[in-house]
Nanobody, 129 residues
Framework: VQLQASGGGSVQPGGSLRLSCAAS????????LGWFRQAPGREREIVASISRSGDHSYYVENVKGRFTISMSEDNAKNAVYLQMNSLKSEDTAVYYC?????????????????????WGQGTQVTVSS
């Protein structure tokens, strides 16, 4: 499975960005995808995750109400998006998309993401005035 992330950039506080991640390859066993981020000097943390069906999603507390994770609406469901609104300076980080196979819900929402087998390249998000 290969993951290609895009959509990062620089924005002022209060602005919006939409991250996209396209999955390709042997994706039929993927059952969940997630977005993670890592800020300088900090550990990687989960931002949001979603079941492949799109029926169940999870958000870390400090992005609830501001970020929305979604799956592509086509039958293949090979893309995941992260709509980020009301961005704050503390959202500045490198954002990574990830995918996993056969994960249970605890693994899907785990902050460390160790059960996610596949990772895309990071995309930088900078929120600054």
């Amino acid at each position: 499975v290969q993951l290609q992330a895009s959509g990062g950039g620089s924005v002022q506080p209060g602005g919006s960005l939409r991250l996209s991640c396209a999955a390709s390859g042997r994706t039929w066993r993927v059952n969940a995808l997630g977005w993670f981020r890592q800020a300088p000097g900090r550990e990687r943390e989960i931002v949001a995750s979603i079941s492949r069906s799109g029926d169940h999603s999870y958000y870390v507390e400090n992005v609830k109400g501001r970020f929305t994770i979604s799956m592509s609406e086509d039958n293949a469901k090979n893309a995941v998006y992260l709509q980020m609104n009301s961005l704050k300076s503390e959202d500045t980080a490198v954002y990574y998309c990830a995918a996993g196979e056969g994960m249970n819900w605890s693994e899907i929402i785990s902050s460390t993401g160790t059960a996610y087998a596949y990772w895309g390249q990071g995309t930088q998000v900078t929120v600054s005035s």
